[in-house]
């Protein structure tokens, strides 16, 4: 698989879990560090299924959404704390007040290595990260 294909699986898959926590009634909050890959992301969610609808809208410099999914590269929501995507390469700091945290990989050797820092950091703070290879 190439890069390009391993990074758009990448984005699709987490397309996927941001529908279903939406279609459990959970707030979802998909954290980038780079504001295209946000805009390509927003842009996914319209079009990765058919017939899927996942309400989705970027956070305010105020910090506020209203959308179950928001889009965001940096302010966290408020109210925002079922589920966190994040698609960034470092673990943010309010990690902890999300009931859940997703992070994807791919084959890239640099997105390979931030998940590894990611998965000790975790490790550090006495969590049990769970890996599925999909």
């Not at 898959?13 to 890959?37: G, H």
């Not at 842009?43 to 965001?72: E, I, R, Y």
Request: charged share 25%; proline share 5%.
């Amino acid at each position: 698989m190439s890069d390009v294909a391993g990074a758009e699986a990448r984005l699709r898959l987490a397309c996927r879990v941001a529908e279903k926590a939406y279609l459990a009634k959970q707030n979802v909050v998909v954290l980038f560090e780079d504001a295209s890959l946000l805009a390509k992301f927003d842009d996914l969610l319209w079009t990765f299924g058919d017939g899927s609808f996942v309400p989705h809208d970027g956070v305010g410099h105020d910090g506020t959404c209203a959308s179950p999914v928001a889009l965001t590269t940096g302010p966290m929501p408020a109210g925002h704390t079922d589920v966190l995507i994040n698609l960034g390469n470092a673990v943010p700091e309010s990690f902890g007040k999300f009931a859940r945290v997703a992070e994807f990989l791919d084959g890239r050797p640099e997105v390979r290595a931030a998940g590894r820092e990611r998965f000790k950091l975790y490790r550090s703070k006495a969590l049990d990260p769970q890996t599925h290879n999909v």
